[in-house]
């Protein structure tokens, strides 16, 4: 196997982490809307004028509480989608480079003549190739890890509105 193939065979691995499917965004994770009309609606559920007491007063604050879980919701929605779509660029960025580079390093190579210059030519288009490559994977690697960090939080903070007590 010559240094091209290495290379070739090197960058379908590293191409085949990114997948085969067009990324997903995160407008299908995206229930914000949704919920800020549960917001509204629950908003408008106060107690008003025409009621006012002890009860009435419990209620409004209930109430309030519900809202504010809405409105909580509805920006941890917004968040996972936005992280979730981040995640989807990252992947797309990447496979782009990856195509980039590989088109680039099979032009180069395939350019150069078929002598021991020729092949020490290709050995440093090669090794430059394999250097890039090796630099996409890492910054893919690292982005995609801190929004999956990212996304953990926002998992937490689910979590925890949903052990949120609304009575006594």
Known sequence: MGPLEAFLATWTQARQTYGQDSPVGGSPFDG????????????????????SGGAADTYAARNAEH?????????????LA?????????VAS???????????VVSAASSVPENPAGEAMAMAIVA????QLT????????ELNAVG????????QYSALGVQKFAP
Do not use: C, F, N
Not at 35 to 50: E, K
Not at 94 to 104: K, P, S
Not at 149 to 156: E, F, K
């Open 94 to 104: 990447g496979r782009a480079e990856l195509d980039r580079l590989r088109a680039w």
């Open 149 to 156: 960090a990212r996304i953990q939080q926002i998992g937490a």
């Open 82 to 90: 936005a992280e979730i779509d981040e995640s989807a660029k990252i």
């Open 67 to 79: 809202a504010q879980v809405l409105g909580k919701l509805t920006d941890l929605d917004a968040q």
């Open 128 to 131: 430059k190739g394999m250097r």
């Open 135 to 142: 630099e996409v994977m890492v910054r893919s690697d690292g």
């Open 32 to 51: 914000s809307a949704k919920l800020r009309s549960l917001q509204a609606d629950v908003d408008s559920a106060a107690p008003g004028t025409h009621w």
